[in-house]
Every structure is written in structure tokens, then in C-alpha cells.
């Protein structure tokens, strides 16, 4: 052992180590140090700063005072990545966009680290550039935005500019403004803070129809009156037949529809209101038939101007429903209403009008002074498959007798319905022949007005009952990668009719193709 060795063991021996110099006993614990920066926002604001290690460990937050200044005290030496956050966008300093690529800083013991001045990256910006489909030029009435009924309008030489989407992907709605190009979706843009992402869209040009609503006694515009423009063969109407800032009349009852393929249209006016009733716009007054309506030649990319819309006092039509082996009222199960509806669904002021109790009573209470058809049903018709007529006991709307709707007294049309009626089974099968045992859903229209008679969704037993002899034409839905379509045909123009006659059952072979 050496003279040296030999004197510090004896200083440990005997309590003397404290005589020795103190970085031989032990080493302290570094001092703290600090970081302290400034951030810049486009408006006034405190930002969120977070700092990390660079482990991905949090290391503490802080906010940014008035003048964007931030300090963070007392921080462990080492080393740091810090991450901003400001009306919900993120970065990393030095103004990049994810922590994998931050800059890192070094805290060093007892100093205090100024980081550089950092500038919150604008919101990400997309330039909608829009364009008619068939003639290339640019479209300038066009909206578009994250939320379907919120959007930006006002393009400018077919550029609409949105400023306030964050980081990511994003679907945007884009509709126009006057309703001469279809609405269409933009799906999966992608948004890069500070970036600008120019996408392009070629709209479908489409055809609108404006008029304006008064009250025909004083001449005063009706506010708030849904204007429906149907074809004469539109199937059903649903819950989104009358929608809020769409299809509307404004404070000056003027209103227009747009998005309207090029055709023949005619108008269903709806008030909101307990002094109008609704109307079918005639050539010189309301009428209560569609097939009496005044028609409307829509041209692509064209606003067409109809007559002047007049609205009449409510007055209404009432009667009973019943079973018609029976005799007995259907209750709150008979309806009544005067166009066809999808089941579920319940079109704002246009029904369906039930019964109001045992006896069995509808009313329809806010149609215009006019003479109407009337469609009658069972509300679950899909659990109780009765039949589905028209006033006089006609199998579809154009050949049905009309009933006048009262202003002092109501007008009365009373119906039986028959159970179960014409039944249609349904033998599916794929291209190759083999049976198909999936989800299937079967509409079916009659073949003269196009009508909605009947929806029926099965996975077992393919039987469709309830349905009164006439000429009907299926539309399928099934599963992918199986295709959807019409029986015997492309759309409901070319559609294979099936002709139920004297109440004998039908079988149809439905043969269902693989999905192109």
C-alpha cells in the first residue's frame, strides 16, 4: 500500500474525512436553468406552450402573456422540444409541424435559453377552384365549407378561398349559390398549416325555378312557405322534402329551387304557417291534383321564373279507415295523406294524418280549398300488410276520384283497406345461378305514376304482400359487392312491369349482378 493509501485510510478510520476537499466526498445537484421566448399571432391571443423532452416525456406548460412572452422556470438541464397551440392548430418550433422534425433545445445548468422568435403558421387555406362541367368556365355562384348547411360563398373567377381549416384531412360540402350546378362532395383534402391546396371541381350544371309567395286576398308576401318541385314521376317524398334555407320562401316570400335536372317539374307549396293551405301551383290559381298543375320545362344551367304563387285559406278533409273484412275503424293505425311517402319518414306539414283514437278519425287539416286525391294505409303496414288505395278505391293517384277539402265544413273520404291483398314472391339468385340469401330490399312503384307502394327488407322468407291489383315495377337493394338495381331493367323507365291481376300470387326470378 502507498504512503497515500495508507493516510486516507486512516482519515476514514477516524472520522476525518471532512478535512479532505469536497469533490472527493460527493458532487451537487445541478442549478436549474430556464427557457424564455416570444410568439407571434395573426390576432391578439394568449398561445398554449407546451415543453416536452425529448424522451416525448411532458416537461410543463405555460401560456404566452399580452405581448406573446412566455418563460418557463426551473427546468432540469437537458434536452427539450417545445410544441405551440393557438384557436385550435399545433406546432413545433422552430414552425414545423410535427415533433419527430422540432428543434431541439439544450437547457444548460443555471442558464436561462432564449429560443427564436416563433410565428403561429396561418390556418391551412384551400383554394376551391370551380368549373362548369360541359363548357369549362369558371363558376363564380358557388359555396363550399366543412359544415353541409355553413358554408363560404363568393368565388372569384371560379376561386373560392377557406382560411379557417386546421391541420389534417378534411370532406367539403361545395353547393351553388343560385342552384345552377349540382351540389357535390370533396372528400379527403388534405390541409397543411400555412400551405395553401388548390383542388379542382367540375360542376354538374343543373336548372332552378324561382317565383314569389303571396297571400291571394291582400297581396303580402308569406314567409317561411316550402316549395317542393317534383316531377311526375318522383316516387315518394322524405324527410328532406322541405329543408331549413333551401327550399324556403324569405321575409319578401321569394324563394328559388335549385339543383333541378333538366325536365318537366311542377310545384307543391307547403305553408308553415295555420292561416294558408297547401297547393299544387295551377296556370291560374292552386289545384289540388299534381296531373292539374302547372308545368315547368327546367333547362340545364337556365333560371326559369314561374307564375306568382297565390296561397288560399287552410280547410281540410276527414273520414274513417277500416278494416275492410271487418268493418271495423283502423284506429290510430288508418292514414291518410296525398302523396306518397318513404316509410319513416314524415315531410314537414304534408304527413302522413292518422287516427285520433278508437273510432278512427283522421282529419288533414291545412290543404288549400281544392279537390284532392287521397292515398290511405296502415301505419305499420310492414308488420300488417294491408293495401294501399287511393279515394274511390283506385289503385294509383291519377285515375283516383277527388275529394273537396272545407274551409267551414270538412270534406269526407272514408276507405276500407283489404289484409294481406296480391302477395309477390321473390326467387333471388346471382348472375352464376346461384340462390342469394343475403339482406335483401324491395321497392315497389306502380308502373302508371311511379308511385311508392310498398318497401319491404327481409333476410328471410322474400314474400311482398299487401298490394292491391295493378301494374307494379321492383327496385332491389342488396349488400356490395353485389350491385343494386331495377328488376328487368336499368332505372324505372326501362323496368320489367309485373302485373298483378284478381288477387293471384306472383313469382318474379330476380337475378342479381356483381358489382362493376
Not at 131 to 137: E, N, R, S, V
Not at 279 to 304: E, M, P, T
Not at 468 to 480: E, G, P, T
Amino acid at each position: 500500500m502507498t504512503r497515500t493509501a495508507v493516510r486516507a485510510a486512516v482519515a476514514v478510520a477516524f472520522g476525518l474525512a471532512s478535512v479532505l476537499p469536497a469533490s472527493a466526498a460527493y458532487a451537487e445537484d445541478p442549478a436549474p436553468g430556464a427557457v424564455t421566448g416570444h410568439v407571434v399571432t395573426q390576432t391578439p391571443g394568449n398561445v398554449t406552450v407546451n415543453l416536452f423532452t425529448t424522451g416525448g416525456a411532458s416537461a410543463g406548460q405555460v401560456f404566452s402573456d399580452g405581448t406573446g412572452a412566455f418563460t418557463f422556470a426551473a427546468v432540469p438541464p437537458g434536452t427539450y422540444k417545445i410544441q405551440y397551440g393557438y384557436q385550435g392548430r399545433f406546432q413545433w418550433s422552430h414552425e414545423k409541424l410535427g415533433f419527430s422534425t422540432a428543434d431541439v433545445v439544450t437547457v444548460a445548468s443555471g442558464q436561462t435559453t432564449a429560443v427564436p422568435e416563433e410565428s403561429m403558421l396561418l390556418p391551412g387555406i384551400v383554394d376551391v377552384v370551380a368549373t362548369d362541367k360541359l363548357t369549362g368556365a369558371p363558376v363564380d355562384a358557388v359555396c363550399a365549407g366543412k359544415w353541409e348547411y355553413n358554408l363560404t360563398c363568393g368565388a372569384l373567377n371560379g376561386v373560392l378561398r377557406l382560411t379557417d381549416l386546421g391541420e389534417g384531412t378534411h370532406d367539403l360540402f361545395v353547393r351553388s349559390a343560385d342552384g345552377l350546378h349540382a351540389s357535390t362532395k370533396l372528400t379527403a383534402v388534405k390541409v397543411v398549416l400555412g400551405q395553401v391546396t388548390r383542388i379542382e371541381v367540375a360542376l354538374e350544371p343543373t336548372s332552378a325555378i324561382t317565383t314569389k309567395v303571396v297571400d291571394r286576398a291582400t297581396g303580402a308576401p308569406v314567409a317561411d312557405v316550402c316549395l317542393v318541385a317534383l316531377q311526375l314521376n318522383f316516387g315518394a317524398l322524405d324527410d328532406r322534402t322541405c329543408e331549413w334555407g333551401v327550399n324556403r320562401t324569405d321575409a319578401d316570400g321569394n324563394v328559388t329551387v335549385g339543383e333541378l335536372k333538366p325536365g318537366e317539374y311542377t310545384l307543391l307549396v307547403v305553408p308553415n304557417d295555420d292561416v294558408h293551405g297547401i297547393q299544387w301551383l295551377g296556370r291560374r290559381g292552386g289545384v289540388g291534383r299534381q296531373h292539374d298543375a302547372l308545368r315547368i320545362q327546367a333547362v340545364a344551367g337556365a333560371l326559369s321564373t314561374a307564375t306568382e304563387v297565390k296561397l288560399d285559406p287552410k280547410a281540410a278533409i276527414t273520414g274513417t279507415v277500416r278494416d275492410a273484412a271487418t268493418g271495423e275503424p283502423l284506429g290510430w293505425n288508418g292514414c291518410a295523406q296525398i302523396l306518397p311517402t318513404r316509410q319513416g319518414s314524415w315531410p314537414t306539414g304534408i304527413g302522413m294524418f292518422c287516427g285520433d283514437g278508437e273510432n278512427g278519425t283522421y282529419t288533414i287539416p291545412n290543404l288549400g280549398p281544392y279537390d284532392w286525391p287521397l292515398q290511405f294505409s296502415y301505419f305499420y303496414d310492414y308488420s300488417e300488410p294491408y293495401e294501399r288505395v287511393w279515394t274511390g278505391g283506385a289503385t294509383d293517384r291519377k285515375t283516383a276520384t277527388t275529394v273537396r277539402a272545407g274551409v267551414d265544413q270538412p270534406g269526407v273520404a272514408d276507405a276500407s283497406l283489404r289484409k294481406f291483398g296480391t302477395r309477390i314472391t321473390l326467387q333471388p339468385s346471382t348472375e352464376d345461378g346461384q340462390p342469394f340469401n343475403g339482406w335483401l330490399e324491395v321497392e315497389v312503384y306502380n308502373a302508371r305514376t311511379g308511385d311508392l307502394i310498398r318497401q319491404v327488407s327481409f333476410y328471410g322468407p322474400r314474400v311482398v304482400e299487401g298490394l292491391a291489383d295493378q301494374n307494379v315495377r321492383l327496385r332491389y337493394f342488396v349488400m356490395s359487392p353485389l350491385a343494386s338495381g331495377w328488376y328487368g331493367g336499368t332505372d324505372f323507365a326501362s323496368a320489367k312491369t309485373v302485373k298483378l291481376v284478381d288477387g293471384a300470387a306472383k313469382t318474379v326470378k330476380l337475378v342479381i349482378p356483381y358489382a362493376s
